[in-house]
Nanobody, 126 residues
């Protein structure tokens, strides 16, 4: 079983950048496909980005493609979400997720991840 802890959230202005980190413990993150999701007040949790176990494949929601980048550093047992050109509509709690299903090159873009972190708040002011 893996435990996930997100960090790096905060209050920024539109156009700024933030890098979220998801530190894994208990198991090596290289065993898992990883994802980032977000949930704004009054809205359902939505997919943001995913990366395969191998790191060879990534996938992004249309609303963040070209602005966000997901990456993994297996040596540090950490997954990152680099967020550039932030917009007020990016304001949400961001969650990291992990799952061992699928092939090493598969990405998981639905909510059916086995493990979740507690979330980190990102607030973008206009």
């Amino acid at each position: 079983q893996v435990q996930l802890v997100e960090s790096g959230g905060g209050l920024v202005q539109a156009g700024d950048s933030l890098r979220l980190s998801c530190a894994a413990s208990g198991r090596t993150v290289s065993s898992y496909a990883m994802g980032w999701f977000r949930q704004a007040p009054g809205k359902e949790r939505e997919f943001v980005a995913a990366i395969s176990r191998s790191g060879s494949n990534t996938y992004y929601a249309g609303s963040v493609k070209g602005r966000f980048t997901i990456s993994r550093d297996n040596a540090k047992n950490t997954v990152y979400l680099q967020m550039n050109s932030l917009k007020p509509e990016d304001t949400a709690v961001y969650y990291c997720s992990a799952d061992q299903r699928g092939t090493p090159h598969a990405v998981i873009i639905n909510l059916e991840y086995a493990y979740w972190g507690q979330g980190t708040q990102v607030t973008v002011s206009s």
